[in-house]
Every structure is written in structure tokens, then in C-alpha cells.
């Protein structure tokens, strides 16, 4: 179970500093056609697409600032730290 968890660990670390470096991206990079900045929007974006038709729905979107990203980010980082904890706790 610990090998399971720390394998988890690890997922969760890949899929959170692709999350940061989309947010770097987002304000640096013009043409999305590159193949790094393309690889980093398709990984993330079934991440961060749910929570941004919820906050379309709610009429949040029109803000001029994508909170989107950061209730993702905040949601996904309280989930995977609790689910890590939680293998840990079972191994």
C-alpha cells in the first residue's frame, strides 16, 4: 500500500506543477501550437474544464480574472494531499 501511495505522490507532484506551469504559460506564451505549451493545455484542460462551466454557470466568468484556476487549484490540492494521507494511513 505504501508503493501505491507514494506512486500516487508522484502523480499528484506531475499533474501539480503542470497546473503551476500552465498559470506561468497563460501570461507568457502567445502560440499555443508549440509542442510543449500544447502538451501542457491538453493535460490540464480536463483538469480546469469542469470547475470553469461550473463558475460559467454561476456568472462568474465575466470578471476580468480567472478564479477558475484557482478554486481548481485549491480543490485539487486539498483532495490529493488528503487522498495521499489517507493511503498512508491504510499502509
Known amino acids: 500500500m505504501y ?5 500516487f505522490y508522484g502523480f499528484y507532484n506531475a499533474v501539480s506543477l503542470l497546473l503551476l506551469a500552465r498559470a506561468v504559460m497563460s501570461w507568457v ?3 499555443w ?3 510543449i505549451p500544447n502538451f501542457v493545455h491538453q493535460v490540464t ?3 480546469l474544464l469542469p470547475m470553469r462551466k461550473l463558475f460559467y ?9 480567472d478564479l477558475s484556476f484557482l478554486a481548481t487549484w485549491l480543490l485539487f490540492s486539498y ?3 488528503s487522498i495521499y ?4 494511513r491504510l499502509s
Open 33 to 35: 501550437s508549440h509542442p
Open 45 to 47: 484542460e480536463p483538469i
Open 85 to 88: 494521507i489517507l493511503l498512508i
Open 57 to 65: 454557470r454561476m456568472g462568474l466568468m465575466n470578471m476580468g480574472i
Open 79 to 81: 483532495v490529493g494531499r
Open 29 to 31: 506564451v502567445r502560440d
Open 3 to 7: 508503493l501505491i501511495a507514494r506512486l
